[in-house]
């Protein structure tokens, strides 16, 4: 249990033995203030209003039959009726001292492990990768990381685009690259074979007339269309794989679970709702029509899973897709990282499921979405011609932008060392720039910024964690040789020791909500303090061993909390820079 929990089920088991009712929430939070201790509990006042009771009085009743035994060494009563905690300087560091010993931080482990498929990335085959996809490959990376460092079984589900009726043009123009010999080299560039297949197919009415040939065939399950579409795809993952894994991302080829692998579900769950009563056919189209969901003129909205000409659409993908994650993989958890405009369309597959008993309501189905990269001129993010920036374009120059800022900060780096240095940096940067910001809005795309050695940045924390490790190589003590206890008895570190001990909530919530945001915020917070602790307080200089070795053990806390996070993250971190 982390510290929030602990004080709050403390607090409201003392609120329930005052006379409050069973359900009374402590509501537990960290201060605000330094004056107003390191928690405040918020929760008094609604309780005492529902007994007919003075606010304070209540309080005082509560502190009187609250036992915090050595967790806490003052509780007050502030203003209208709020209870201030001062934790024990003894306990803080007792708590430091297990987050130092345990390999997992002393972290709050589930007691149920759970299933959580993490759908996300999600590029489209035959196009590369580009911006839009740089939100949900970097976030869901996060939640998978730090979902796994807990300890659930997570699955990553890349539900990449890999059907739909394009790729009748996409067969016949690779069929005419290889008739020309041409193959390799046009795939090598795949946005340009999108855009020549399309041209074909738009300007050539023979061509064209054969991609709508092989649409059927390949839906058929022709095996010369189906050997081209594998191509496609293939030479598609391939390429992703390398920019996941330049990006420091943890997907492979086997977490791919693209549309197409629904496709043999899908007329059975057209048949099926139908015969359910919840899909009717409207103007030729199967249609699910749903009360919740209101149009222009106020009617059901409808929802098409089947067009006239018997094709499938996106919605009904999703419908076999939340089905088969229940069934198949088993998912007690399923979290979709797609941007904000999804928002509606899953919100209706999943009522669609529900109501169709696919999945049961103790499935968690959780849209984290997200809002645009924004240029600086405020609109969506594109290239100084308009185009849409592509993933490996920005990568190299990030790569560029983080060599030339390196080199200048530290002339005497060279070869590996370096480049291992740049591309720290580079990535960590561009992931960390999303990942610091709340994901819900929209946020500009800053190279400046995201580069600074100043500030919420990837640099900043970067180089914030050397200065720890530093510390370590001129006192020719390692971390683990430590011995003796820690002592806070300097405000500052106590300060600092405080806030390491939060690592364990602010990882609660971030895995429950997946808001990687609190996590970034979190970590700039312990590197500020270890900075003004470092300022004040000599370590290697100071008056006694004791409280040498006492400061060391917080120097080691605070580099094994920066380490971990950045980790879960997904960003790296280098001993030197
Ligand atoms: N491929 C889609 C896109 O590029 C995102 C898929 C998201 N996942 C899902 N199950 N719908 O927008």
Same mark, same amino acid.
């Given at each position: 249990?982390?510290?929030?929990?602990?004080?709050?089920? /403390?607090?409201?088991?003392?609120?329930?033995?005052?006379?409050?009712?069973?359900?009374?929430?402590?509501?537990?939070?960290?201060?605000?203030?330094?004056?107003?201790?390191?928690?405040?509990?918020?929760?008094?006042?609604?309780?005492?209003?529902?007994?007919?009771?003075?606010?304070?009085? $209540?309080?005082?009743?509560?502190?009187?039959?609250?036992?915090?035994? @050595?967790?806490?060494?003052?509780?007050?009563?502030?203003?209208?009726? &709020?209870?201030?905690?001062?934790?024990?300087?003894?306990?803080?560091?007792?708590?430091?001292?297990?987050?130092?010993?345990?390999?997992?931080?002393?972290?709050?482990?589930?007691?149920?492990?759970?299933?959580?498929?993490?759908?996300?990335?999600?590029?489209?085959?035959?196009?590369?990768?580009?911006?839009?996809?740089?939100?949900?490959?970097?976030?869901?990376?996060?939640?998978?990381?730090?979902?796994? #460092?807990?300890?659930?079984?997570?699955?990553?589900?890349?539900?990449?685009?890999?059907?739909?009726?394009? #790729?009748?043009?996409?067969?016949?123009?690779?069929?005419?690259?290889?008739?020309?010999?041409?193959?390799?080299?046009?795939?090598?560039?795949?946005?340009?074979?999108?855009?020549?297949?399309? %041209?074909?197919?738009?300007?050539?009415?023979?061509?064209?007339?054969?991609?709508?040939?092989?649409?059927?065939?390949?839906?058929?399950?022709?095996?010369?269309?189906?050997?081209?579409?594998?191509?496609?795809?293939?030479?598609?993952?391939?390429?992703?794989?390398?920019?996941?894994?330049?990006?420091?991302?943890?997907?492979?080829?086997?977490?791919?679970?693209?549309?197409?692998?629904?496709?043999?579900?899908?007329?059975?769950?057209?048949? @099926?709702?139908?015969?359910?009563?919840?899909?009717?056919?409207?103007?030729?189209?199967?249609?699910?029509?749903?009360?919740?969901?209101?149009?222009?003129?106020?009617?059901?909205?409808?929802?098409?899973?089947?067009?006239?000409?018997?094709?499938?659409?996106? +919605?009904?993908?999703?419908?076999?897709?939340?089905?088969?994650?229940?069934?198949?993989?088993?998912?007690?958890?399923?979290?979709?990282?797609?941007?904000?405009?999804?928002?509606?369309?899953?919100?209706?597959?999943?009522?669609?499921?529900?109501?169709?008993?696919?999945?049961?309501?103790?499935?968690?189905?959780?849209?984290?979405? #997200?809002?645009?990269?924004?240029?600086? @001129?405020?609109?969506? #993010? %594109?290239?100084?011609?308009?185009?849409?920036?592509?993933?490996? @374009?920005?990568?190299?120059? +990030?790569?560029?932008?983080?060599?030339?800022?390196?080199?200048?900060?530290?002339?005497?780096?060279?070869?590996?060392?370096?480049?291992?240095?740049?591309?720290?940096?580079?990535?960590?940067?561009? %992931?960390?720039?999303?990942?610091?910001?709340?994901?819900?809005?929209?946020?500009?795309?800053?190279?400046?910024?995201?580069?600074? &050695?100043?500030?919420?940045?990837?640099?900043?924390?970067?180089?914030?964690?050397?200065?720890?490790?530093?510390?370590?190589? %001129?006192?020719?003590?390692?971390?683990?040789?430590?011995?003796?206890?820690?002592?806070?008895?300097?405000? /500052?570190?106590?300060?600092? !020791?405080?806030? $390491? !001990?939060? &690592?364990?909530?602010?990882?609660?919530?971030?895995?429950?909500?997946?808001?990687?945001?609190?996590?970034?915020?979190?970590?700039?917070?312990?590197?500020?303090?270890?900075?003004?602790?470092?300022?004040?307080?000599?370590?290697?200089?100071?008056?006694?061993?004791?409280?040498?070795?006492?400061?060391?053990?917080?120097?080691?806390?605070?580099?094994?909390?920066?380490?971990?996070?950045?980790?879960?993250?997904?960003?790296?971190?280098?001993?030197?820079?």
């Amino acid at each position: 249990m982390n510290i929030q929990q602990l004080l709050s089920q /403390k607090i409201s088991q003392a609120m329930v033995a005052a006379g409050a009712d069973a359900q009374c929430d402590a509501l537990v939070k960290p201060s605000a203030k330094v004056q107003f201790g390191d928690y405040q509990a918020n929760g008094i006042m609604a309780a005492a209003k529902k007994l007919g009771l003075p606010p304070r009085q $209540l309080a005082e009743k509560v502190i009187s039959l609250l036992d915090l035994n @050595d967790i806490a060494e003052k509780v007050e009563i502030a203003g209208p009726g &709020f209870i201030n905690i001062f934790l024990n300087k003894t306990w803080i560091a007792e708590q430091n001292e297990l987050a130092l010993k345990d390999e997992k931080l002393n972290l709050t482990l589930p007691t149920q492990k759970q299933t959580i498929v993490i759908d996300y990335s999600a590029p489209n085959v035959a196009k590369e990768m580009h911006v839009g996809h740089l939100r949900s490959t970097i976030i869901g990376d996060a939640s998978v990381r730090i979902l796994s #460092f807990l300890g659930h079984n997570v699955i990553r589900a890349n539900h990449v685009g890999d059907w739909g009726t394009q #790729f009748g043009m996409l067969i016949a123009y690779l069929e005419k690259m290889q008739n020309e010999n041409a193959t390799d080299m046009a795939l090598a560039d795949l946005e340009s074979f999108y855009r020549a297949a399309k %041209k074909h197919y738009d300007e050539d009415e023979q061509f064209a007339e054969k991609a709508r040939n092989y649409v059927v065939k390949l839906q058929g399950g022709d095996s010369y269309c189906r050997d081209m579409w594998r191509k496609l795809v293939d030479i598609t993952m391939t390429q992703n794989i390398a920019t996941y894994k330049r990006l420091n991302v943890t997907l492979s080829l086997e977490d791919t679970m693209g549309e197409s692998i629904y496709n043999s579900m899908l007329p059975s769950i057209v048949a @099926d709702l139908k015969q359910k009563g919840l899909a009717v056919e409207s103007n030729g189209a199967i249609v699910v029509f749903l009360d919740e969901f209101k149009n222009k003129e106020g009617e059901p909205m409808g929802v098409i899973i089947q067009k006239r000409d018997g094709g499938y659409l996106y +919605a009904t993908t999703d419908i076999a897709c939340a089905k088969y994650r229940y069934e198949k993989l088993h998912a007690d958890r399923i979290l979709y990282y797609t941007d904000s405009r999804q928002h509606q369309h899953l919100e209706q597959v999943w009522l669609i499921v529900h109501k169709a008993g696919y999945v049961p309501e103790s499935l968690k189905l959780e849209h984290h979405m #997200f809002g645009m990269i924004l240029g600086k @001129d405020g609109k969506p #993010f %594109k290239t100084r011609s308009g185009d849409t920036v592509k993933l490996n @374009d920005l990568l190299d120059e +990030a790569t560029q932008r983080a060599t030339t800022l390196i080199k200048s900060k530290n002339p005497d780096l060279a070869g590996d060392e370096l480049a291992q240095v740049v591309d720290a940096v580079a990535i960590g940067s561009v %992931k960390y720039a999303d990942l610091s910001k709340n994901r819900t809005t929209d946020y500009v795309f800053d190279w400046d910024n995201m580069l600074s &050695f100043e500030g919420n940045t990837a640099p900043y924390l970067q180089y914030a964690y050397t200065r720890v490790l530093s510390i370590f190589r %001129k006192s020719a003590i390692t971390a683990e040789q430590l011995t003796g206890k820690i002592h806070l008895d300097h405000e /500052k570190e106590r300060a600092l !020791a405080t806030r $390491l !001990a939060q &690592f364990d909530e602010i990882i609660t919530t971030v895995a429950s909500e997946g808001t990687p945001h609190l996590l970034c915020a979190y970590l700039y917070d312990i590197a500020t303090l270890f900075s003004s602790f470092y300022e004040n307080c000599p370590i290697l200089a100071a008056e006694s061993e004791t409280i040498k070795i006492s400061r060391l053990k917080l120097a080691a806390l605070t580099a094994k909390t920066l380490k971990t996070g950045l980790d879960m993250l997904g960003i790296k971190t280098v001993e030197k820079m």
